[in-house]
């Protein structure tokens, strides 16, 4: 397992390195110009713009800032932000439990949800319960995060008043209503997963024999069917997990929550290259994270994966 673990880290590690690059090429892509962001249009000098470009080594070649900014991340310093005039660090760090929790809420309400739902769909397979269960994970399928979020707002918070419309920081319920809406297309998703997969299992031959001995019903389903069932769900969840930052941007914007996706949107209209460059290897480093976790977990279910 230890050499498992390693041969995963080293994989991470480089993917990172391919991921930095890519980042950091595609925000200089973009026809802004930082410091035309930092002054704000107003009427400054030439020699006050080449300070503002030699401190934040804008005067020099492409390659030359990209071995700046990563040897600052061995370092620990993401950087200084042209906007806030902060480190990047600092401003992640304020913000970061706000994204963090979003995400953990979600898709544990998701999984609590999901699961049950996948699996009473594949039991009941074909009648009018697995009919109305397929027809609402798959409207929640096609519906983009960002509209399920304001007709969650609308009806719930405008029209109901039953939550709040804005996410002010007082307490679990301004979340709940970000958590559901960045949850149901992971739970509509993991559902049909689930769904599939333990329609397969009911229908393997183990099955069959463990149902012809005598063993419960519930006991073979959730015992037998489900814990086999449960590698291709696994593999969903922590893409759907992974999807969620990015979703959350989306979430964040809709309840005007002050995460690290509110962050990256004032930092890409701000021509902030620290701040979305920080931002958005971090949301890949949390994303290869889960999928190390889940390299694991597969690890420990199917120990011939080990041997790949």
Same mark, same amino acid.
């Given at each position: 397992m230890?050499?498992?673990?390693?041969?995963?880290?080293g994989?991470?590690?480089?993917?990172?390195?391919?991921?930095?690059?890519?980042?950091?090429?595609?925000?200089?892509?973009?026809p802004?110009?930082?410091v035309a962001?930092?002054?704000?249009?107003k009427?400054?000098s030439?020699?006050?713009?080449?300070?503002?470009r &030699?401190?934040?080594?804008?005067?020099?070649?492409?390659?030359?800032q990209y071995?700046?900014?990563?040897?600052?991340?061995?370092?620990g310093d993401?950087? &200084?932000s042209?906007?806030?005039?902060?480190?990047?660090?600092?401003l992640?760090?304020?913000r970061?439990?706000?994204t963090m929790t979003?995400?953990?809420? *979600?898709?544990?309400?998701?999984?609590?949800i999901?699961?049950p739902?996948g699996v009473?769909?594949?039991?009941?397979?074909?009648t009018?319960?697995?009919?109305?269960? *397929?027809?609402?994970?798959?409207?929640?399928?096609a *519906?983009?995060?960002?509209?399920?979020?304001?007709?969650?707002?609308?009806?719930?918070?405008?029209?109901l008043?039953?939550?709040p419309a804005i996410y002010?920081?007082?307490?679990l319920k301004?979340?709940?209503?970000p958590?559901?809406?960045?949850?149901?297309?992971?739970?509509?998703?993991?559902?049909?997963?689930?769904r599939?997969?333990m329609?397969?299992?009911?229908?393997?031959?183990?099955?069959?024999?463990?149902?012809a001995?005598?063993?419960p019903?519930?006991?073979?389903?959730?015992?037998?069917?489900?814990?086999?069932a449960?590698?291709?769900?696994?593999?969903?969840?922590?893409?759907?997990?992974?999807s969620?930052?990015v979703?959350?941007?989306?979430? &964040? *914007?809709v309840?005007?929550?002050?995460?690290?996706?509110?962050?990256?949107i004032?930092?890409?209209?701000?021509?902030?290259?620290p701040?979305?460059?920080?931002?958005?290897?971090?949301?890949?480093?949390?994303?290869?994270?889960?999928?190390l976790?889940v390299?694991?977990?597969?690890?420990v279910l199917?120990?011939?994966?080990?041997?790949?």
């Amino acid at each position: 397992m230890g050499k498992f673990i390693l041969k995963r880290l080293g994989q991470m590690v480089l993917v990172l390195l391919a991921v930095s690059v890519i980042i950091f090429a595609l925000v200089r892509i973009t026809p802004s110009d930082p410091v035309a962001s930092m002054t704000q249009g107003k009427s400054v000098s030439e020699e006050t713009k080449q300070e503002l470009r &030699e401190h934040y080594h804008l005067d020099k070649s492409a390659p030359e800032q990209y071995i700046i900014w990563v040897t600052g991340i061995f370092k620990g310093d993401l950087g &200084e932000s042209y906007q806030y005039k902060q480190s990047v660090g600092f401003l992640i760090g304020e913000r970061i439990g706000t994204t963090m929790t979003l995400v953990l809420l *979600s898709g544990v309400l998701a999984i609590l949800i999901a699961i049950p739902v996948g699996v009473i769909s594949a039991v009941k397979m074909n009648t009018w319960i697995d009919k109305l269960l *397929s027809v609402i994970t798959l409207i929640f399928v096609a *519906s983009p995060v960002f509209l399920t979020a304001l007709v969650l707002m609308l009806v719930f918070a405008l029209k109901l008043r039953w939550f709040p419309a804005i996410y002010q920081g007082n307490g679990l319920k301004e979340m709940i209503l970000p958590a559901i809406a960045l949850a149901m297309n992971m739970v509509a998703l993991t559902s049909r997963i689930t769904r599939t997969s333990m329609i397969e299992q009911l229908n393997a031959d183990y099955i069959r024999t463990a149902t012809a001995k005598g063993i419960p019903r519930r006991r073979v389903i959730i015992t037998y069917a489900l814990k086999n069932a449960m590698i291709p769900i696994i593999t969903v969840t922590s893409v759907q997990v992974g999807s969620m930052l990015v979703g959350a941007v989306l979430v &964040e *914007s809709v309840f005007a929550m002050a995460g690290l996706g509110d962050l990256l949107i004032k930092g890409i209209k701000a021509a902030d290259y620290p701040v979305v460059q920080g931002v958005t290897l971090l949301m890949v480093f949390v994303f290869l994270c889960i999928n190390l976790v889940v390299d694991i977990l597969y690890a420990v279910l199917d120990p011939r994966i080990r041997m790949k």
